[in-house]
């Protein structure tokens, strides 16, 4: 196997447990709504999750473990995608704040910068932005 194999192999194996967190996102509070669906078909594509593989996620997320991240950017990025899940019926209910701040230590934030980060989130995302604001947004 060559490098760039490995590296392919790696980052769609990173994707496709990124994918489930989402999918788990969207599964907290109860069914799946339409507008989550469609949120989730486009981060498949996003992330190169292949039909059969989205149907397995979708079937049950939790066989996925959890997400690791290297970067900061990387992990910013996640819990970007994350909130988008969250603010797709435009609001934040208690399980789905639970379950973000568990990602976001489980990203490797500490507790301080992981509710510094959810706070700014849950102000940012009440209006739509892209990721290059969002980060902006949380650097200052």
Same mark, same amino acid.
Request: proline share 3%.
């Given at each position: 196997?060559?490098?760039?194999?490995?590296? @392919?192999?790696?980052? $769609?194996?990173?994707?496709l447990?990124?994918?489930?967190?989402? +999918? $788990?996102? @969207? +599964?907290?509070?109860? *069914?799946?709504?339409?507008?989550?669906?469609?949120?989730?078909?486009?981060?498949?594509?996003?992330?190169?999750?292949?039909?059969?593989?989205?149907?397995? +996620?979708?079937? #049950?997320?939790?066989?996925?473990?959890?997400? +690791?991240?290297?970067? $900061? *950017? =990387?992990?910013? =990025?996640?819990?970007?995608?994350?909130?988008?899940?969250? &603010?797709?019926? !435009?609001?934040? #209910?208690e399980?789905?704040?639970?379950?973000? !701040?568990? &990602?976001?230590?489980?990203?490797?934030?500490s507790? *301080?910068? @992981?509710?510094?980060?959810? @706070?700014?989130?849950?102000? &940012?995302?009440?209006?739509?932005? *892209?990721?290059?604001?969002?980060?902006?947004?949380?650097?200052?």
């Open positions: 196997m060559s490098f760039s194999e490995l590296f @392919a192999s790696g980052t $769609k194996k990173n994707n447990i990124h994918f489930a967190a989402i +999918v $788990k996102m @969207a +599964v907290i509070d109860g *069914e799946m709504n339409e507008p989550e669906l469609n949120l989730l078909k486009k981060f498949a594509k996003k992330l190169d999750v292949h039909t059969e593989e989205f149907e397995k +996620v979708i079937s #049950d997320p939790s066989k996925f473990p959890s997400d +690791v991240t290297h970067t $900061k *950017e =990387q992990r910013l =990025q996640h819990i970007f995608d994350l909130f988008q899940m969250i &603010y797709i019926d !435009h609001e934040i #209910d399980p789905e704040a639970k379950l973000i !701040h568990k &990602y976001a230590i489980g990203l490797g934030c507790e *301080e910068r @992981a509710k510094n980060i959810i @706070a700014k989130s849950i102000l &940012y995302f009440g209006r739509r932005f *892209e990721f290059e604001d969002y980060k902006e947004f949380l650097e200052k």
